[in-house]
């Protein structure tokens, strides 16, 4: 039982670095950026 | 509940405008970065009379609302934009009472696009020294504003600034002076044209070398009844504001400022004189040098050795205390020696950022940046490049992010791609074992070789970092502007507020930056290290016994059999046997490649791997050493590490990219995979064929 427990924390840890590092070096989701200024975008800016 | 308002900070470089930041909010700051970009955010809460609480930014160092490099630009966008979350509703412009005149640019700038503004004057504490005075109430009137005039250094005047971002609504938003004058027709146009916007903010929009945001010229250009005029002509009409704000400022300061030059009591130019001397201005600077790496390595020593076995023993702990099993073993060889690798670092990194930011604080780094450009420039780098690469000798990784404020874009993208070049502290362990077994103990004028070979190799990566921004500075097609403008502070002592901050944040963005980073990949490598394919692996107890049952072998012997075998069938064992043939002419063996893989996630792993590789026990560096000593050549016979692939792996390791974590702050910074990529196959690809030939030469 011990063992199992360990291998699935083993392997939940590993998931978790992997997700980590792939997140932060290979695929970043898009945080929708600070909107702009300029044109006639209506943000306020002129 | 209380109302909350926004202040943003803003001012010309070294007018203590940190400092301002630091006495509103103390500890309650954060640092981040603008979306998008890497350029410092810092912003901390400050309680106010009345009930009001402030959101404070602390702008970047800004001369005038005409952007020259990212870190202006940020202020110029965030001024622009009214939707912006941060927008202020109150600007407070920090000048500094001995540069009133220069400062004050910037302030009229701001005041011309109606933004309710507050004039600070620090350093007060230096007027008398100076000989300056000041007509407050004639200032207000000119200027249209109300002005706080304070001395961070004697936490003086910090409670009437207070009082009156309090009270912000009470300001002036009338400008100060009209600049549509320099070109009345151009201006009715553009007026005509927008009849709806802000002139200031149209002319500022118009006239930006930088784009930012979604708005360039061409969105003017596109209007039909607007024709504006080409860049020469709006160069023109832009130094022609200058200069009409010039002599506003001038007019103002004849009746506002007095200088009574008798009674100034000036050592600065003394200071100066030796300080940037072309012979003793170098020489005082190398010794400064010496003295801050010397001190750097001898105070680092006893927290490092410190932390070094605290987490040895929190290792031993977790060991012995948890249940045996595989994540017990994470725990203790993965996370807490991840862990350890990073911490490890603090007390180097903090030594350095306080050095760095006791010089900068002093107004000593600006006399270096100047000193350094005379000979920086003629390499392609720029003076202020001297401060990455100086930094690069702790980390790679803040020294790459000090290069942010270099203006050209050029001069940053090399120094950005040759500052791991310079010796980090994390080729450090691998140089002194690699040294201490192939180097001998003698000694020449006093000098041990072994401490020679120690200086040589960071001189030979100064010398390769500047060589090749000069061949970069050749083949790089990048049309950049080239300009050098560095103002020389005043010389003052530092403030232990101030110093202690940028110590807390630099540490801080280590740790926690790089830090999830080297956790992270010290998981996987643990688990490349700790799980493999097939029975060699999985029956590596039964092949081993099997093995060396005619040898009565001690249960300890065996078991580091085991592990050495289990090791060499892991998947980064077999990794290190696939790469074999690649690193044999090199004169190293599969388990030195392992080494070499897994110090791509940071340099030091390298010593750490090896340990593991040659199963050693507790008294790591010790019998890590007498068993690299005693490793045999499987092809050649005689051992191992010997003078030719001592020198060999010398000489990989100061040129090679082998950090995981650089190449992620290289592409931060530059915003592409291209330049990290080319500078792992570049840097890399050097190094093997250095070290290939230092060994065929040698062996």
Known sequence: MNTIIQNILVFAALGLALLFLVRKFIWTPKKKSAKACGGDDGCGCH | ?699
């Open chain 2, 1 to 699: 509940m209380s109302k909350q308002i926004n202040v943003a900070l803003i001012g010309n470089p070294n007018t203590g405008k940190t400092s301002v930041f630091n006495a509103l909010t103390g500890l309650n700051q954060k640092v981040g970065n603008y979306p998008g970009i890497t350029v410092e955010k810092k912003e901390g809460i400050c309680k106010l009379p009345r009930g009001v609480k402030a959101h404070i930014i602390d702008l970047p160092g800004t001369y005038s609302l005409n952007a020259s490099s990212l870190d202006e630009n940020v202020v110029i966008e965030l001024l622009l934009n009214k939707t912006d979350k941060d927008y202020p509703d109150v600007a407070v412009v920090v000048s500094d009472v001995e540069n009133l005149k220069r400062n004050l640019l910037l302030f009229t700038q701001i005041k011309d696009l109606k933004i309710p503004t507050i004039l600070v004057i620090n350093m007060a504490d230096r007027m008398e020294y100076k000989g300056i005075s000041l007509n407050l109430d004639y200032l207000e009137t000119q200027l249209k504003t109300k002005i706080a005039l304070i001395s961070t250094r004697k936490n003086k005047g910090i409670d009437k600034l207070k009082e009156l971002i309090a009270t912000h609504k009470e300001l002036s938003i009338e400008p100060c002076l009209d600049a549509s004058t320099i070109d009345k027709a151009y201006f009715d146009n553009l007026r005509k044209a927008f009849p709806n916007q802000l002139l200031y903010k149209l002319w500022l929009v118009i006239t930006q070398d930088v784009n930012f945001g979604k708005t360039d010229r061409k969105t003017f250009e596109a209007v039909e009844d607007f024709k504006t005029k080409s860049k020469t002509d709006l160069k023109r009409l832009q130094q022609k504001e200058t200069i009409k704000r010039y002599q506003f400022i001038n007019e103002t300061l004849k009746l506002g400022q007095t200088i009574d030059l008798k009674s100034a009591k000036d050592l600065r130019i003394k200071l100066d004189r030796i300080l940037t001397h072309k012979v003793w201005g170098y020489l005082i600077f190398g010794i400064i040098l010496l003295t801050i790496f010397q001190a750097i390595y001898d105070w680092s020593s006893i927290p490092m050795d410190f932390i070094d076995s605290s987490f040895a023993s929190l290792s031993e702990w977790t060991k012995s205390t948890l249940p045996d099993g595989a994540f017990t073993n994470l725990l203790a060889e993965g996370i807490i020696s991840g862990l350890g690798g990073i911490v490890i670092f603090i007390p180097q990194i903090a030594f350095l950022f306080l050095f760095i930011s006791i010089l900068e604080e002093s107004g000593y780094m600006s006399r270096v940046v100047f000193l350094m450009d005379r000979i920086m420039r003629r390499f392609g780098l720029s003076g202020k490049s001297v401060v990455p690469l100086i930094s690069g000798t702790a980390c790679a990784i803040p020294a790459i992010m000090a290069t942010r404020n270099i203006e050209s874009w050029k001069e940053r993208l090399i120094t950005i791609l040759v500052t791991p070049f310079t010796t980090c502290s994390a080729r450090l362990p691998v140089y002194l074992i690699i040294i201490a077994l192939v180097i001998p103990e003698g000694r020449i004028l006093g000098l041990s070789y072994q401490a020679l070979t120690l200086m040589l190799l960071y001189l030979i990566g100064f010398g390769a970092a500047v060589g090749s921004a000069w061949i970069l500075n050749k083949i790089l097609k990048i049309k950049s502007k080239s300009f050098f403008v560095v103002e020389m502070p005043n010389y003052k002592l530092p403030l232990f507020k101030n110093v202690a901050l940028t110590v807390l944040e630099k540490t801080k963005a280590f740790v926690f930056g790089a830090g999830k980073i080297i956790l992270a990949i010290s998981i996987v490598l643990w688990f490349l290290a700790s799980y493999g394919p097939g029975d060699d692996f999985n029956n590596a107890e039964t092949i081993v016994t099997e093995q060396y049952a005619s040898e009565n072998l001690s249960e300890e012997e065996l078991n580091q059999k085991i592990e050495s075998h289990k090791l060499e069938h892991s998947f980064i064992g077999i990794a290190g046997h696939a790469i074999e043939p690649a690193i044999r002419p090199l004169g190293y063996d599969w388990k030195i490649g392992i080494a070499i893989v897994s110090s791509f996630a940071a340099r030091e792993v390298f010593v750490g791997t090896l340990a593991t590789i040659y199963s050693v026990g507790s008294d790591e560096e010790e019998t890590i050493k007498n068993r690299m000593a005693g490793e045999i050549n499987p092809i050649l016979g005689g051992p191992l590490f010997n003078f030719a692939s001592g020198i060999s792996l010398l000489l990989f390791y100061a040129f090679a990219m082998q950090c995981m974590s650089t190449l992620a702050i290289v592409k931060k910074e530059t915003n592409s995979w291209k330049w990290p990529m080319y500078q792992l196959v570049i840097m890399s690809g050097f190094a093997y064929i250095v070290a290939l030939v230092a060994y065929q030469l040698l062996i």
